[in-house]
C-alpha cells in the first residue's frame, strides 16, 4: 500500500479576481445598485452620447448590462470578458447572435485594425498592472477619430481613505474581500496608480485627453437609495476619462 506524505504541503493561493464563482451574485447586484445602476453606468451612457450606428466594443462587458443599453440606443456592440461565466450570462441576456468573446485584456484583442468607431471599458483599468499593452490593443482597434470611454475607481480615494497612507505616488497593488457585496467570499486584486500615471498612460498609447469627468449619481437613485444617495453625492468614487485618436493626417474630422 502507498505510504503517505507527511511533509505539509503549502495550501494552494487563494484566486483573485474569479469572477466566474460568483457571475450569478455579481450580475444581479449589477442590475440596481447605487454605484452600477444609478452611478457609473448612466456616466458612461451619457459620455457616449448618441451611439446610433456606431460600432462599439464593450470592454469588460461582463453580464451585457452595458452591451444592452447601448444596443438599444442603436450601437453595433461587440463585448469581451475574461470571465467565461459572465459572457455565459451576457449570451443568455442578450440572445444567441450577441456578438461575444471570451478574451482576456492584457492579451492581443481578437479584432482588425479600425473595426470600431468606440471602445468603452467599464471599470476594468484598475485590474491591470501594465496599462501599456492594453491601451495600445485599443487604440489599434479604434478607427481615426474614434473614442476610448473608461471608467476607474478614483485615484484620490485610497490615498485619503487607507491607514497607512499608501505612497500617492507609487503604482501599487492591494486586496479587498467583497463578502458584503456577492454574499460569498471573493478575494478582489486593483492596481492603484497617481492620476498623472494614468493620463500619461494615455498619452503614450496616442490618445488625446478630451474628457475627465467625476459624476454624480442619478437623481433617480434618490428615493430608491435614500440614505446613500446623499453621501455618494458629496464624495469621491469613480473616475471617468474620454479618449480620442486624432484623425487621420488631412481628415476633416
Known amino acids: 500500500m502507498p505510504t503517505a506524505d507527511h511533509h505539509a504541503q503549502p495550501a494552494p493561493p487563494a484566486r483573485v479576481n474569479d469572477y466566474d464563482s460568483f457571475a450569478e451574485a455579481y450580475s444581479a447586484l449589477g442590475e440596481t445598485s447605487l454605484l452600477n445602476a444609478y452611478y457609473e453606468r448612466p456616466a458612461m451612457l451619457s459620455l457616449a452620447g448618441d451611439v446610433t450606428g456606431r460600432r462599439i466594443l464593450d470592454a469588460g462587458c461582463g453580464a451585457g448590462p452595458l452591451f444592452a443599453a447601448l444596443r438599444e440606443r442603436g450601437a453595433l456592440v461587440t463585448g469581451l470578458d475574461s470571465s467565461a461565466g459572465m459572457v455565459e450570462l451576457a449570451r443568455r441576456r442578450l440572445g444567441a447572435d450577441a456578438d461575444l468573446h471570451v478574451a482576456d485584456l492584457g492579451d492581443p484583442l481578437p479584432f482588425a485594425d479600425g473595426a470600431f468607431d468606440d471602445v468603452l471599458a467599464s471599470l476594468v483599468l484598475h485590474y491591470l498592472e501594465d496599462w501599456g499593452p492594453t491601451l495600445a490593443e485599443m487604440r489599434r482597434v479604434l478607427r481615426p477619430g474614434g473614442r476610448l470611454i473608461t471608467s476607474v475607481q478614483h485615484p484620490f480615494v485610497d490615498y485619503a481613505t487607507q491607514d497607512p497612507r499608501p505612497d500617492y505616488h507609487a503604482t501599487t497593488n492591494y486586496t479587498q474581500d467583497w463578502t458584503d457585496l456577492v454574499g ?60 480620442e485618436v486624432p484623425p487621420a493626417t488631412g481628415s476633416a474630422e
Open 184 to 243: 460569498q467570499a471573493a478575494r478582489m486584486s486593483f492596481w492603484r496608480r497617481p492620476l498623472h500615471a494614468m493620463t500619461d498612460a494615455f498619452t503614450a498609447a496616442g490618445f488625446r485627453l478630451a474628457v475627465i469627468s467625476e459624476p454624480q449619481p442619478d437623481p433617480a437613485a434618490r428615493e430608491l437609495y435614500p440614505d446613500d444617495f446623499d453621501d455618494l453625492s458629496t464624495r469621491m468614487c469613480f473616475l471617468l476619462f474620454v479618449l
